[in-house]
Nanobody, 114 residues
Framework: QVQLVEYGGGLVQPGGSLRLSCVGS????????MSWYRQVPGKDRELVAM????????NYEDSAKGRFTISRDNGKNTVYLQMNSLKPEDTAVYYC???????WGQGTQVTVSS
């Protein structure tokens, strides 16, 4: 069964940090670039960050640059999103996706609020 499962969402105060994890199974994880998206109600899902198959190339949406870091461990079939200096506008459901495929996780809620 092909799947991605996210972990690590929750409630955090502004300025705080969270690390999201996404574990893949049922496919050869290391052959795929991976990505994180987020979505708020009433808006389209937006790309936050992506990382190449071997982790040697990353790209970030403008608001994530300098605050978020995407990384991966192919030995653990896991992609991470380290989020620092969180702002209320980062509140969303965060999804991981095998890049340019229909393989998505179920999402994890991140809420930034005091």
């Amino acid at each position: 069964q092909v799947q991605l499962v996210e972990y690590g969402g929750g409630l955090v105060q502004p300025g705080g940090s969270l690390r999201l994890s996404c574990v893949g199974s049922g496919f050869t994880f290391s052959l795929y670039a991976m990505s994180w998206y987020r979505q708020v109600p009433g808006k389209d899902r937006e790309l936050v960050a992506m990382i190449s198959e071997f982790g040697d190339m990353t790209n970030y949406e403008d608001s994530a640059k300098g605050r978020f870091t995407i990384s991966r461990d192919n030995g653990k079939n896991t992609v991470y999103l380290q989020m620092n200096s969180l702002k209320p506008e980062d509140t969303a459901v965060y999804y991981c996706r095998a890049w340019k495929t229909n393989i998505w996780g179920q999402g994890t809620q991140v809420t930034v609020s005091s």
